[in-house]
């Protein structure tokens, strides 16, 4: 069985602080996916970045990165610099190939609330 | 514009009434999804449709159903025998491509809300 675990259910930190919204997953499967999504107050699920389980490799967008570590089993997500209107929910989550060609189903942390005051 | 919409984004449902929820999408998506988000919970599969005429149960899939009769179109009723269906229900979609990783899109949302 997977497993998405968000353990951070609140976070509120100040305008321009760095915070880091962490992530843990668990699965048997060698090939998975990670993904990341932004909620915001309008309630559509917004993609921000997918990572499959060969790639170890960090990645930074902007004020965005992320640190996949393999042997932690972590994908974890940090806004450098943070502004009010990243203010949202954010969900991590996993994918796997529910059978061959066909449809992924992702499941889900509990996502974090991130609350940037000005 | 490509995208999904979610029709009605409030429903309002007295006990023992079947409603049916709206999910329409012009991307060209093979795949199409129907999840239930309740307060301080990830979101949860009820179920998804793989192609046209064919669908699987997700995860809570329990007093709810769907037809899939065109490509761009995937209701969802959620029936009398759903005993708490108060909850966000989001619909999603996505590229149907065998091994090739593909993110899901998602639509506005519907707030049910059981009176």
């Known amino acids: 069985a997977q497993k998405v675990t968000q353990a951070q259910t609140e976070i509120s930190v100040v305008e321009k602080e760095d915070v880091t919204l962490d992530c843990v997953y668990e699965?048997?499967?060698?090939?998975?996916?990670l993904f990341w999504y932004k909620q915001p107050p309008s309630g559509e699920l917004v993609f921000l970045i997918r990572?499959?389980?060969?790639?170890?490799q960090n990645e930074i967008s902007g004020r965005y990165s992320w640190n996949f570590q393999k042997s932690t089993s972590s994908f974890n997500f940090t806004i450098t610099a943070s502004q009010v209107v990243d203010s949202a929910v954010y969900f991590c989550a996993l994918s796997l190939q529910i059978s061959s060609g066909s449809a992924r189903q992702l499941t889900f942390g509990s996502g974090t609330q991130l609350t940037v005051l000005p | 514009d490509g995208g999904i919409t979610q029709s009605p984004k409030y429903l309002f449902r007295k006990e023992g009434q079947n409603v049916t929820l709206s999910c329409e999408q012009n991307l060209n998506h093979d795949a199409m999804y129907w999840y239930r988000q309740d307060p301080g919970q990830g979101l949860r599969l009820i179920y998804y449709s793989q192609i046209v005429n064919d669908f699987q149960k997700g995860d809570i899939a329990e007093g709810y159903s769907v037809s899939r009769e065109k490509k761009e179109s995937f209701p969802l009723t959620v029936t009398s025998a759903q005993k708490n269906p108060t909850a966000f229900y989001l619909c999603?979609?996505?590229?149907?491509?065998?091994?090739?990783?593909?993110?899901?899109?998602f639509g506005p949302g519907t707030r049910l809300t059981v009176l």
């Open positions: 990572r499959n389980s060969f790639d170890e």
């Open positions: 999603a979609s996505s590229i149907n491509l065998g091994l090739a990783y593909n993110e899901q899109f």
């Open positions: 699965t048997r499967d060698t090939t998975y996916y």
